[in-house]
């Protein structure tokens, strides 16, 4: 139960978890279908806050959705993370610590070159205005989503 607690949290910040295989079948689909959910509620809100003209989406979204699934691997990965982090959690040695804070600074310089280098793509086809109000407005939503999974983290032992 505390795995698939933090599978779901997780999945508001990151995507698909790798559950347990008791359970994998149904909530990796409801999870599945969450992932969706998410990645077209973000998709319609960055295109809102965007106001971009009908060439502009036409260009932006294949990058986009590009840039989406490249993160639904990353977001993945962080599931694993937090699993690990949940599986080791009341006795979690040095070696197991050392490997999930590894595992984790990996995860957050992957995520920041992934939007370094979707950024570099989207400068090809729209004004560096709009690729930087894309940056804020993706920082935010990953900021609010990061803010999910932390709720399920706890402080201390």
Sequence with gaps: MKNILIAVAALAAFG???LSH???????????LLISQIQTDKRAVVLSALDLTDAQVAAFTPIYDEYQADMKAQFQ??????NKFAANYGSMTDDAAKGILKDWFKLRDDRNATMKKYAKQMERVLPATKVLQWVQVENKLNTLLDVQAARVIPVSR
């Design 16 to 18: 698909a978890p790798d």
């Design 22 to 32: 008791a359970q994998a079948t149904n909530v990796t689909d409801d999870t599945e």
């Design 77 to 82: 990965r962080a599931v694993e993370i937090l």
